[in-house]
């Protein structure tokens, strides 16, 4: 079996935290409905994870499947191949829980559902507030933040971080909160560069973490009708060519060299070594500077359907999307009956 290695960043709170992570968002049909078939490839790629080296897991509330990445790690220490000090286990608190008693509640739960007794991150998922009959419940973000601040100090969490924050929301958190986040995980990739959000967090000692780190450069993500980047443009095949590299490994690579973590998710198992085989060559300045060329701040993730609402984080986009989908709102066909 091929082991990958992979170096740590560090937080502003001293810990450290794996520069590659694995994600777990196995995301939704055309229906808008969670795709719970997933769930056992996830547990055996993720088990196929850790085997090699993988130290890092990002999941959220949402996703429905803590229970699984749970029953991952309590296998894995079992079998004596990590300890739990030896991973670094990222949650996310919904949007529907920003009532400050509602994030302590929220991060009980997570951790009873994957039977850990502390976590290493818990992020607040979006800046939105959002009931589960779809209201704008307009709770200010700073308020959620106290929350964080009390789970923290708890001990129930060892740090405590921002998700899909921009600029301005973030520097107004800087400005009134006692505990600075340590993360703020935003979509980049070689299209959304996000060149602005990444300079501020790195002036002000937040890791920048990259969710959709492909963006559409993956196959089952391509999309012609958008201006993104495909999986087999020229360009991209020549610069992978000349390292040996995938244009997979040279986006994630790119993005190491900016200072970003990553955290792509796959439930392939050649894709899991592949992504974090990065480690081991450098993109020289000429090639960076082609690279940063695709940045046309093209998003891929885009939940228009709450563009209206207080702290929507995002541009607008002149579309009429209003419904937001079920599964975003209600706990409903979770992955193991355990989710609530
Ligand atoms: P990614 O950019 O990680 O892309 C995932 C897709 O790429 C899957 O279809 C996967 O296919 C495919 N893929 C993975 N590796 C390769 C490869 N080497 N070659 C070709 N195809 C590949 O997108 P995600 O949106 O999943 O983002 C990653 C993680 O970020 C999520 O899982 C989640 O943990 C987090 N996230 C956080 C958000 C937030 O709001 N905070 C929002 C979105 C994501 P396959 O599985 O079939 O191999």
């Known amino acids: 079996m091929s082991k990958v290695v992979i170096p740590n960043f560090k937080l502003n709170n001293g810990l450290e935290i794996p520069a590659l992570g694995y994600g777990t968002w196995l995301g939704l049909n055309e229906k808008g409905e969670f795709i719970v078939e997933d769930a056992p490839k996830l547990v055996d790629a993720l088990s196929y994870a850790i085997d090699v080296g993988y130290r890092h897991i990002d999941t959220a509330h949402l996703y429905r499947v803590e229970p699984e990445v749970g029953s991952v790690v309590k296998q894995k220490i079992q079998e004596g191949v990590v300890k739990r000090e030896d991973l670094f286990i990222t949650t996310k608190v919904w949007n529907s829980e920003h009532r400050p008693e509602d994030v302590e509640k929220s991060v009980k739960a997570s951790l009873r559902r994957m039977g850990l007794n502390y976590l290493d991150l818990v992020l607040m998922h979006w800046p939105i ?21 009390s789970v923290l ?17 973030l520097t107004r958190l800087l400005a009134n909160c006692q505990v600075v986040p340590v993360v703020n995980q935003v979509e980049i990739n070689l299209n959304l560069g996000q060149k ?41 095949l020549d610069i992978a060519k000349k390292y ?93 009956l355990d989710i609530d």
């Open 129 to 149: 507030s959002v009931s589960a009959e779809g209201v704008d419940e307009k709770i200010d973000y700073l308020d959620t933040w106290s929350g964080f601040e």
């Open 153 to 169: 100090k708890q001990g129930l969490v060892k740090a405590i971080g921002v998700s899909n924050f921009n600029v301005e929301q």
């Open 196 to 236: 602005e959000l990444v300079d501020y967090c790195q002036k002000n000692n937040i890791l920048v973490v990259a969710y959709t780190p492909f963006g559409r450069m993956v196959p089952s993500r391509l999309d012609t009708t958008c201006p993104a980047i495909r999986h087999d443009d020229p360009i991209m």
């Open 244 to 336: 040996g590299k995938t244009v997979q490994q040279v986006a994630l690579r790119y993005l190491y060299q900016r200072g970003i973590c990553s955290i792509p998710k796959t439930l392939t198992k050649t894709r899991v070594v592949e992504n974090a085989s990065i480690f081991d060559f450098q993109i020289d300045d000429a090639d960076v500077a082609t690279l940063r060329e695709f940045d046309n701040n093209y998003r891929t993730v885009r939940p228009v359907f709450w563009q209206n609402f207080n702290n929507y984080p995002f541009d607008k986009v002149n579309v009429d999307i209003t419904e937001i989908p079920l599964s975003l709102r209600k706990w409903k066909n979770g992955a193991n």
